[in-house]
């Protein structure tokens, strides 16, 4: 339960810290997502479908972020016409649907095996302040996070 109250709080902050930027018209700033054709709507991407990868004439190719389902075009083309179905994160300038690319990685996901957790600190369900070592047991300390989740 403390970890379900954790990753919600996360997940609140991180929504409501990009609310006053989203009223702006140009923002510079990393997404991560799929990249997928844009023949491809926002419902095909999430359920993963197998047309979301293929090459299709005269379709672009797009960023699927699957945490807010939102598809982003993607300027220049060429920059990123060998990973379509890849998983990235891209760097660049958001002007109304479309990000002009200045760089792009392979998107992580998570720690590496055997690298420490960041400390935090945040308040539980009761109002209790948690830490990563309140949280701590005999054997260590599991979080999962599950960002998927359809709410």
Not at 75 to 101: C, F, N, R, Y
Request: charged share 15%; with cysteine.
């Amino acid at each position: 339960m403390r970890q379900f109250f954790l990753f919600t709080c996360i997940f609140a902050f991180r929504y409501l810290a990009v609310l006053p930027l989203a009223a702006q018209s140009s923002l510079s700033s990393a997404w991560s997502g799929t990249i997928v054709t844009s023949a491809c709507n926002a419902d095909e991407a999430f359920n993963e479908s197998p047309e979301c990868s293929k090459n299709v004439p005269g379709a672009k190719l797009a960023l699927y972020d699957d945490t807010n389902r939102v598809m982003y075009g993607l300027e220049p083309q060429k920059s990123v016409t060998a990973h379509i179905g890849d998983s990235v994160t891209v760097h660049g300038t958001l002007t109304d649907d479309t990000i002009q690319l200045v760089s792009m990685e392979p998107m992580s996901i998570g720690l590496a095996v055997g690298q420490k957790a960041p400390d935090f600190s945040l308040r539980d369900q009761q109002g209790n302040i948690q830490t990563l070592d309140t949280l701590k047991g005999a054997n260590g300390t599991v979080l999962l996070f599950f960002r998927s989740a359809d709410w």
